[in-house]
């Protein structure tokens, strides 16, 4: 087991080519390096040494995981998914990503266990993105960018790229725009690139960038 211990670098960089492959977007240097906050040097060092090891493939068809990038990936990522409920009743909810970002490369498989049993089994984080395996559980839910005025919602979740953004996650917190909170869309300005959500009597503009992250639940009556 411990020649497969990977390091922490490594393990946040699989987290995210995992959400990316997972969503079907490219994997490009140039945005990991905005995403990760490095440069474009730093990340083609770091995809090399992944190439290396057997984690990643990189050609003409571009970047992608191999099986066991796969594997590896989903892994840290449902450890990570778990340490963010294990820290909800102790820290705001905007703070539990980057927690569990420390908490995740250290927590054995045993104890990981333990945790999953004793939070009821979740399909899902805290900000409602799916654990690897459920990702049927969020299916159904659409991004704010492509309902329409005056439809009645409910937030369900915050997606794992916006997460990685902390002052956003603030903002959220601030506006209760959680998973969880009754919404209803107000104006949509394409012009301007802004929706404005009505979240508890409070009403909040968002640009279409972030909007797209936001997904909910419609309701049919
Ligand atoms: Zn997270
Ligand atoms: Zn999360």
Redesign the pocket.
Known sequence: MEQNKLSQTIEDYLSLLYVLERDGEPIVGARLAELIGVTSPTVTNTLKRMTRDGLITMDDHGTHLTEHGWVSAKDVMRRH?LM?WMMLRMLPWSK??GEAHHLEHAISPEAEAAVYEELGRPQT???G?PLPGCEAAVADWVPLTQLASGQKVTIRRVHELA?ENPPLLAFLEEKKMMPGAQATLGEILPFNQTISVEVGGQLVTLGFAVARYIFVEQHTA
Do not use: A, D, Q, Y
């Open positions: 998914m963010e539990l990503h984080c805290p900000h993105n997460e």
